[in-house]
Antibody, heavy 120, light 112 residues
Framework: QVQLVQSGAEVKKPGASVKISCKAS????????ISWVRQAPGQGLEWMGW????????NYTRNLQGRVTMTTDTSTSTAHMELRRLRSDDTAMYYC?????????????WGQGTLVTVSS | DVVMTQSPLSLPVTLGQPASISCRSS???????????LNWFQQRPGQSPRRLIY???NRDSGVPDRFSGSGSGTDFTLKISRVEAEDVGVYYC?????????FGGGTKVEIK
């Protein structure tokens, strides 16, 4: 069965970076993409960006460009999302979700979420 | 960006009664391939989102048939024919037709 298992919670200081992993199993990673979605405490869902797990092509939301990098490691079937220059408003639950090869329309399987807390 | 507007924000429902959630987009969601990339998600308290409906009206495997999606263009609806206790949570619509993908603000379904 398809599973996405994310790395554990992180606590970071403002200005630091965080890198979250998302290990995929039960399907061929390179046949799909991965989108990342975040949810601030008590708030709604925000799409952050997408990566084609086959060719590495990425597409990031406008307000995160320059701070976010999404990558995949096909040898371990793992996707990574790095967010730099963290601010307090980056405090959120971060989810990876399986997406289509072409991008941002599938979202059929989700990871369990990784809580990132940014605090001095 | 395409704005997705859901209503109502909160929906108290009596067990066994129907519920309906509206989602309106600021632009048509019909893509050049003829598909409409409008999904519905359920997020139960403390859980990850779960996709219920894809491309407007296609129910995901394992989703009870009391859930149905309909609509076209810019106007979409999620209906629950008879609400059960396990349906409590927040429901989101999402469009994947236009970059960037955008979500509605969510509708909280609770039992009266």
């Amino acid at each position: 069965q398809v599973q996405l298992v994310q790395s554990g919670a992180e606590v970071k200081k403002p200005g630091a970076s965080v890198k979250i992993s998302c290990k995929a199993s039960g399907y061929t990673l390179t046949s799909y993409g991965i989108s990342w979605v975040r949810q601030a405490p008590g708030q709604g869902l925000e799409w952050m960006g997408w990566i084609n797990a086959d060719n590495g092509h990425t597409n990031y939301t406008r307000n995160l460009q320059g701070r976010v990098t999404m990558t995949t490691d096909t040898s371990t079937s793992t996707a990574h999302m790095e967010l730099r220059r963290l601010r307090s408003d980056d405090t959120a639950m971060y989810y990876c979700t399986r997406d289509s090869y072409g991008g941002y329309d599938l979202f059929d399987y989700w990871g369990q979420g990784t809580l990132v807390t940014v605090s001095s | 960006d395409v704005v997705m507007t859901q209503s109502p924000l909160s929906l108290p429902v009596t067990l066994g009664q129907p519920a309906s959630i509206s989602c309106r987009s600021s632009q048509s969601l019909v893509y050049s391939d003829g598909n409409t990339y409008l999904n519905w998600f359920q997020q139960r308290p403390g859980q990850s989102p779960r996709r219920l409906i894809y491309k407007v009206s296609n129910r995901d495997s394992g989703v009870p048939d009391r859930f149905s999606g309909s609509g076209s263009g810019t106007d979409f609806t999620l209906k629950i024919s008879r609400v059960e206790a396990e349906d409590v949570g927040v429901y989101y619509c999402m469009q994947g037709t236009h970059w960037p993908a955008t979500f509605g603000g969510g509708t909280k379904v609770e039992i009266k």
